[in-house]
C-alpha cells in the first residue's frame, strides 16, 4: 500500500524551459533504464520475493524512492516544455532559433501530452515490461539491478555533459548521488550473497548436472590468438576454478540433418533442391 | 567478417519429440534472456568498442559462440517438433493426450513455422531489440553481461527440471557449463576493470558533480525499521566509504506547482476546477 | 514523493493454489485495462496537470492507490503459483490432471518469474506505455479514466465468474467496489468540467476553425437506412445542437493525383502500367 | 463487405509541400488516437456486436468513414512531402533551409516510403493493436469511443496551430467538425444505454459479488485534505448514491508473506538475508 | 471513401463452436501475415502511388476485398466462441473435456473481448504496422505481395489441415482460391514491370554507382563446397548475366580500429584492458 | 558453429564524421528490412530446413555473409560518429551549424550507446523479430527473400543519394551489388522450384479444397472499370489459367448475426438498442 506526499523529493527546476533538452532527457524516464526501469524492476522483485523478509524489505524501500524520481523528472520535463513554441507564425519563421527549436523538439510533446512528460525514450518509444526482470533468484536480480544502476548512472552522466542549465544539473546531481548508493547497496548484497551461496548463480545445481569440462574455458571463436593474453584469464576464476583457453574450439555435435516435414504440413517437398 | 561450419558445438538431439516442450524452450532462444539477446549484445558490446582492443576481441569471441548456441537450440527445437500431431482426425479426437498436445503447443509452430523454430519467446511474444545494451562503457555493460549469463544459466537450470527427455538434458548440461563460464569471464573481468577505474561506474564523473551527501544513504521509504538491521549495511561500502541509514526520508524539494499551459495548447482552463 | 506501507490494501490470499488462474488473472494486472495501465495514467495525468491543482490532488491520489493495487494482485499470483507443479516426473506423467496444468499455465510462471507475478497480460505479452493517455486536456483525460475503470470492472466481473476460490473472490469484490467508485468519480468531474466548458473536447477552439455543416451529421455508409432509426438521433445532441441523418454521403474532395516522384527516390517510373 | 469510391471524403491538398509537418500530421494518421485507431476499433466492436443490430450498424457507418479519414489523411502527408530534400547537394550544403528541413523530416518518409505516408506516429513507432478495444459490452465500449474522438479533436486542434497552410487547414476543419459529431453521437447513444442499463458498467454484476462499503469512498492517498472539498464529492454520484470521503484509508489486508519457492524452482534459498 | 455492405463476401459459419480452433485462427487475422496485413499493406501502396493510375487502381481493389476477409474471419471466430465455457462450474470441474477446453482457448477472448475477435495473432500479440511495406517503388511492393499471399495461403492450409468442420473448410477454400488469384495477380504484374523496368530492383541505380565485380558471386561462407553444384547456378542469371562462385570469399576491408571516445562521453577509458 | 575473422568483408569508413547520417544509416542496421532482418531470415530459413540440404546450405552461406554486413555498418556508423558535438557549450551556442548537429542527430547515440550503432531503426525504433518469417516452405520463402532484397537495395540506393561522403559510397556501392546478386539468387531458385513444383505456394493443396471458381477473379472493389484494361489480365496466368475479370462482385454470404453473449460474459444486454 502507499503514499503519496505533494513535495518532491528532491529540486526539480530549470532555470529556463529548453524543449529540446525536455526531449533528450526522456531517456532516463522512460528508456530501457529510464525511472519506470528501475521502479517496476525493484517492485516486482520485492513482490516475487518469497522467505528473505529483509531483501523483500529493501526492494521495497528503494522501488518506492524511484517513483519519486519517475515524479521528479516528469515535472522537471514539463517545466522544461513551458510556453514551447509550437505555433507557425510569421514571427517564428522569420526566426530560425525558434524554428530550429520547433523542428528539434519531440512532437509529442506538443500534440499528444500538452506539454507534459510522457512514457517513453527519448526517440519516443514507448516504455515496455520487457526492460525488467525479477526471476525470484536474488542473487541473479541483484546483479541485473547493479547493471540497471551502473547503465543509469552513465547516461545521467552523459545529459549533465549536455546542458548548462544550473537546475537541470542540480537535479542530476542527486540522481548522480542516488546511483552511486544503489550500485554500492546492490553490490554489498550481491557480495553477502555470494559469500553465501558461492558465485555462480543459481547455486543450487548439481554438479552432476553440468559438462563441467566446459564450465572454465574461454573458447577463441574469433581469428588470431590475442584473446589467450586477457590478463584475467591467468588468475583463479571468480568461483574458485582455473580458466583454460581454447584456442581452436571444436564441433562436439555433428551436421544436423532434420526429418522431412509431415505431408500435412505444406512444407517444400524434400529433396526439390536435388531433382 | 563470419564462416559457418555445419557441425553443431555440441549435441542438440532429443530422445523423442515433445512438442510442448518445444514451446518451453523458446524461452531461451528468443526470450529476454535467450540466446539471441547474448549473442547480439556481444556483438554490438564489440562493434562500439573503442580502444580498448582484448575486451573487443573477447566480446566477439563469445558473441560469435552464443551464435553457434542459437543453432543448437533452434535445431533442437525442429526435432521436438517433429511430426507434431497437428490434424484434426478422428482418431485423435479419441486420443485424450494427442489432444491435450495439440492444445497446449504454440499453435505458430504448426501454423507460421512448419515444425520449426521460431525468434520469439515461450508465450510467442517476438524477440526485440529492446532487451540488449551496449553502451560504450566497458565496466557497465559487463555488469549487463554478468546479469544476462546469471538469467540464462536460471533459465536453463528450471528447463533442465522440466524434462526426463536425456537428448535434451545433455544439451542443456552444455549450457549450464557454458554458462559457469561465462558468468565467471565477465565477473573476473569486471574485478579487472574495477581494480584500474574504481567501483561506481562510470569512473570520470567529477566529485563536484554530485550531491555526495546522499551518495551512501539508504533510505527507508516503507513503514518499518527492518532494513536498518540489514548485515551488509555495517560493512564498508564497495566503494570504500561508509553506508548511513535514513530512516525518515525527507523531501528536499518543494511542492511543485506548473504555470498553466498556453492557449494555443488547448490544455483544460487554468482552475478550472476551483470555479 | 512516495511512501509504502507493509500491509495490503485488502486481502489477497487464495484458498488454494491455481496456476491456471494465476495465468488469466495476469490481464488485469498487465494487461491493456489492467492495474498497471491505470496507475501509470492517473500519475501521468497528474504530474503533467497545469493549474487546476484540486484535479491534480485528486489524480495523485487514485493513481497512489492503483499502486496498492497492483500490489495486491501481484501478491494474489504469486499465491496461486504456490508448489506449481512444474517438474516433468514419472508421477506427473500418470497424472492427467497435473499433466495439464503444466500445459495450461504461463510456462514464464516457472521459467522466468519462478513462481512470481510479470507484468504482462493474460498472453504472456508485456506492459507497454502505449496503452495510456495523458493529454493535458483534463475532460479529455477524465473520458479516458471513465473508458479504463468501465473495461477494468468488466474484466473484473468476467474472471469472478471463472473461479469459485472464495479468497480470490474476495480480493475481486473489494476491486469491483473501487471501479464502481471510480467510474463514478470521473464521471462526477466530467460533469463538472462539461458544465463548465462545455461539452466539446477540447472547448476552446474557434467556431471559424470547424467546418460545422458536418458537425452533427449521422452519416450512413453502411447499405440500408437502419442506422436512421437510433432512437438517440431524435434527441438534441449532447452540445445542444440538432443531429441530421445522412442517407448517401457525398465526395467533396476529388479524386486525388499524385505528382510522380523525384528521380532521386528511386520509385517506379510514372506511367509504368500504360506503355 | 466493401467498396471504394475514388473521390475522396473532403479535399486533401496543402498549399505547398512541408516535409517537417507531414512528420507532425502522422500522429493523427499511425499514432495512438489516429485515425487507423477509430476505424479498427469501431469495425472490431461491430464485428462483435451481438444482437444489437442497430448498434453494429452505427459502428459499421463511422468505421467505414474512419477508413476514409486515414486515405485524406496518407493522401496529404504524401503531398506534403512532395519534392522534398533529400538529396545531399553542394546546394543544399549551402542552404540552412533545406538542411534543417532535412535534418528535421522524418528520415523513413525519404528511405522507406519512398515520399509517401506510412502507418506510424510522428515519431516513427508503428502503429499496433493494443491501443483498440471491443469488449462485447456496448457502454463501455462506447466510453471509450468517446475518449477516442476526444483525445483526436484535441491533437487535430492542435496540429491546427501548428501550420498556416490554408489546405491543411482546410482538411482539419473537417476532421475538427467529424470529430464534434463523434463526440455527441457516442455521447448521446451513452446516455440511452445508461437510463436503461444503469451507470455503471458492467450493470450486470449482481451485489452481492461486490463490497459495497467500498463502492463510494474517495481515499485520500495523497498526504493533505485538499481532495475532500471537491465540489462534486458533495453531489449525488451518477449512480445515485452518496460519495464518502475517507481521510486516512486503511491497510485491510495483513502484511503478505510468500511461501519459500520449491527447490525445483531454484529462487534464492530462503531466510537467505538473515545467516 | 468507403462503402459498407452488411452481406459478406462468402460464408463464415461454423458447424459448431470450436474456441480452441478459433484461438488458432486468429493468425490469419491478426497475424503478421493476416488480413489485416495485406488489407493496409495494399491500402497504403496505393494511396503512395505516383503516376500509376492503373496500379493503384488494382492495389485499391485488392485492399478493399481484403477488409472484407477481414470481417469474414472475424465472424466466423465469434461464432466458433459461441458459448464457450470459461465459467468454473463443479459441471466443469468433473468434465475433462470442458475443462481442457478452457485451458486451451485464449484467455483474452473470454475476458477482453467477451467471446468476440482481436487483432492479434494466435498467441495473442497485437498486430502492428512493422509487418508491412509500401516503398513507393512498384516493383519492390509487388514482390513483397507476391510474398504475403504465399504465406498467406500456406497458413489458410495449414489450418484446413486443423479442423474438420465444414463451415470453417468452406470459408477457407475461399480464402485459398482468392490467395491463388492474388499470388497470380502480382506475379503477372512483377513480370510486366520486369519486362519493362528490367530485373533488378531499383532499376534506376546507374552502373557507376555499383562494385559490380561483386553482382554476381555466389560466397560459400558456410564450410564445405556443397552450393558450387547448385542448379541454378548454372544458368544465366534472372538479370541475364552470368553466375559466379566463390569458394573462400576474401575480406577486401581491413580489421577496424575505432577512435577512442570523447570524455564526455564516459565511455570506458582507451587500452583499459592493456594496462 | 560460427567463426569471426577481425577483418570487415570490404570497406567501411567514412571520409569525415555526420552524425545525422549515422541516424539516417541505422534503416539499413536495424529497421524493417536492415542486415538484422535478412541475416536472421536467412539463418532461420536454414536452421528449419527438412530434407533439402543444398538449399540450407545455400540459406546458411548468404546468412552467415549478412552478419559480416550488420559489422560493417555497425562499424561505420560508429565512425560517423566520432567526436560528435553533444556537449552544450558556448561555443556550440554560437555555433548555428553544431546546434543543428545536436538536435537532428538520434539522441540515443550519445546518452545510450556512446557513440556506437544500435539495434534500431532510423526513428530509433528496436529491431523485432516480427519483421522475419521462416516457414518451412522454401518456395514461399524464397519469395520473402526476393522482396527483402528489393526493398533492401531500394533503401540503399536512396541513402546513396543523401550523402556525398565517398569512403560511406563506396560502402553503399558494395551494398548495391551484393543486393543484386541476392535477387538475383532468390529468383533463380523460385524459378528452380516453380518449374518443379508449379507456382502457386503451397503446391500440395489438393484441387477440391479449393473454391476453384474464384481462383482467378480479378474483383473491381474500386467504383470504375479502369481495372478492366490492365495488360497482364489479358495474358496467361503464371499458373497457366486464364484470368477473369469481375466488375461488380457479389456478397456469396448472408448478412450475420450473431447470438447473444451468455450472461457470464456481461456483455451488453441482446437488442438494448431497439427497447
Known sequence: MFFHRKELQFHAKPDRPDPVFAKKLQEILGGQFGE??????????????????????MLMDTGTEEFGHIEMIATMIAQLLDDAPVEEQEEAAKNPVIESIMGDM?????IVSGLGAVPKDSNGVPWNAGYIIASG???????ANLNA??????QVARLYEMTEDKGVRQML????????????????????????????????????????EFSHQLMNFSEGEQSANLNWLKDKAPDGQSFEYVSEPKAHG?????KPAPDYMHNTLPNMDKQ
Open 36 to 57: 519506470i526501469s528501475v521502479a517496476m524492476q525493484y517492485m516486482f522483485q520485492g513482490w516475487n520475493t518469497r522467505g528473505n523478509e529483509q531483501y523483500k524489505d
Open 137 to 143: 533468484n536474488v542473487l541473479s536480480d541483484f546483479r
Open 254 to 258: 555433428g551436421k544436423p540433418e532434420l
Open 173 to 212: 546531481s542527486f540522481l548522480l548521488a542516488r546511483d552511486t548508493m544503489h550500485q554500492n547497496q546492490w553490490a554489498a548484497a550481491i557480495k553477502e550473497l555470494e559469500q553465501k551461496e558461492g558465485f555462480t548463480a543459481p547455486s543450487t545445481v548439481p554438479a552432476q548436472w553440468e559438462a563441467t
Open 106 to 110: 519531440n512532437p509529442q510533446h506538443a
Open 149 to 154: 544502476e551502473s547503465q543509469g548512472r552513465l
